[in-house]
């Protein structure tokens, strides 16, 4: 019997699902890891083959490699992971959560939504600015 070559088509454990909540963390395995992560990357960088040639650009791992990190076959790498995790904010806040650094993950958001905020009064400064320069 020989196998394919575009890959695997079995699994060591089937119907493995997102974890809801954070009282599953405690109990993820590596199986349960994979489709984390899996189920972050196709959130942040979709199901296309536009998503498997950006996540190859940003890692330098190969097309089957990252199918198989989609499909949560597979989970990356340390190296992977980290080149993941710089050029993804999903990714960073499922290794913050999976890792239970609550008090990190809460301070990201919170410095997120400050720079949303510094953001928008920016736009409504600049909307104040062209509405005075009309009216004069």
Do not use: C
């Amino acid at each position: 019997m020989s196998f394919h070559k575009k890959g695997r088509n079995f699994r060591t454990k089937t119907g493995i699902t997102f974890p809801i909540s954070s009282d599953n963390i405690a109990e993820l395995d590596v199986d349960d890891f994979s489709s984390v992560i899996s189920e972050t990357l196709r959130v942040a960088f979709g199901e296309k083959s536009a998503a498997v040639k950006s996540l190859m650009r940003i890692t330098g791992a190969n097309d089957r490699t990252v199918k198989n990190w989609l499909q949560g076959k597979n989970a990356p790498n340390g190296e992977n992971l980290v080149e993941l995790v710089r050029h993804s904010d999903e990714v960073l806040e499922a290794f913050l959560w999976m890792s239970q650094r609550d008090e990190i993950l809460a301070m990201k958001k919170l410095m997120n939504a400050r720079d949303t905020l510094i953001e928008m009064i920016g736009l409504i400064d600049q909307l104040i600015n062209s509405d005075l320069d009309e009216s004069d």
